[in-house]
Every structure is written in structure tokens, then in C-alpha cells.
């Protein structure tokens, strides 16, 4: 009899602990299920009236465009830039906000391998003018929208 006790309380602990790591199984499937649910949409990817972030991202490269002035070479390259990162958001290949245009160049570059040499003559102005501040010449406006163009012709 106490035999029998003691082994009915051992197989009802056993029990309760194959439900308790059952229930905590069913909730962690369902905890990821909610996170990683597709095309959930988290806090921040859009503003307060539910605007997807690629369209505001799109405003500001519209309303960016608009105010530049294209008659300095510095505007000109960045007017070039912006015009290609509009073409290419038909193509789903622009620049996103989280990348830097070195990690656009190389995520893009890695289905189109011919774009290289074109993003790489970009970014020799435009690394030159945004990041470090130098001015940009005529000639260099120049170079930086002939790879824009070539670019917008092959991605876009």
C-alpha cells in the first residue's frame, strides 16, 4: 500500500510536469505567432495615422527633391541622387532608411554585379560631399549624375 502511494504521487508529479511544459510550449508557439505574424506592423513604421514608412519616405524624397537648388554642383549631385532613389523605388531597389548608401550599393550589387562600377563612381562624390564635407566641382557634379543616369537605366 504505501508502495502504492508513493508511486501514484510520482506519476501525478510526472503528469503535472509534462502539462506545465505542455502549456508553456502552447504559449511560447503563441507569443511567436504574434510576433513574427506576417505583415504585422510594428510602432514606428509609420506615423500617428497609420502611413506605411515607405510612403513617408517617399514624401520626404519629394519634398527633399523640391528644395534643392540644382545650380550649385553640390545641389546638382544631390538632386541626382534623390531623382535615382525615386526611379528605383518602382523596382523596390532603393535606398533604405536603415541603410547606409554603401549597404544600399552592396545588397543591390549583389543581384546586379554590373551596377558596381556605376555606384562606385557615385559614391567617390557623394561620400566626398555628404560624409566629409568637401566641396564638389562641376566636373565631379558631372560624373556622380552620368552614374545616376546609368544606374537609373540598369535598376531602374
Same mark, same amino acid.
Given at each position: ?35 513574427? &505574424?506576417?505583415?504585422?506592423? &510594428? ?5 500617428? +495615422? ?8 517617399? +514624401? ?45 550599393? &552592396? ?50
Amino acid at each position: 500500500p504505501e508502495d502504492h502511494d508513493a508511486r501514484t504521487r510520482e506519476l501525478l508529479r510526472a503528469a503535472l510536469r509534462l502539462g506545465l511544459a505542455g502549456a508553456a510550449l502552447c504559449l511560447l508557439v503563441l507569443v511567436a505567432g504574434v510576433v513574427l &505574424r506576417p505583415g504585422r506592423r &510594428r510602432r514606428g513604421a509609420g506615423d500617428e +495615422d497609420g502611413v506605411p514608412a515607405e510612403d513617408l519616405e517617399a +514624401d520626404r524624397l519629394e519634398a527633399a527633391l523640391l528644395a534643392v537648388d540644382e545650380s550649385t554642383p553640390r545641389g546638382r549631385v544631390v538632386a541626382e541622387y534623390l531623382r535615382l532613389q525615386r526611379a528605383l523605388e518602382r523596382t523596390r531597389s532603393h535606398r533604405r532608411p536603415h541603410q547606409t548608401p554603401l549597404e544600399h550599393a &552592396r545588397a543591390v550589387t549583389r543581384r546586379r554585379a554590373e551596377a558596381l562600377e556605376p555606384f562606385q563612381g557615385l559614391h567617390r562624390v557623394l561620400y566626398r560631399l555628404v560624409y566629409g564635407g568637401e566641396p564638389v566641382d562641376g566636373e565631379q557634379a558631372e560624373a556622380a549624375a552620368r552614374s545616376c543616369r546609368r544606374l537609373r537605366r540598369l535598376l531602374g
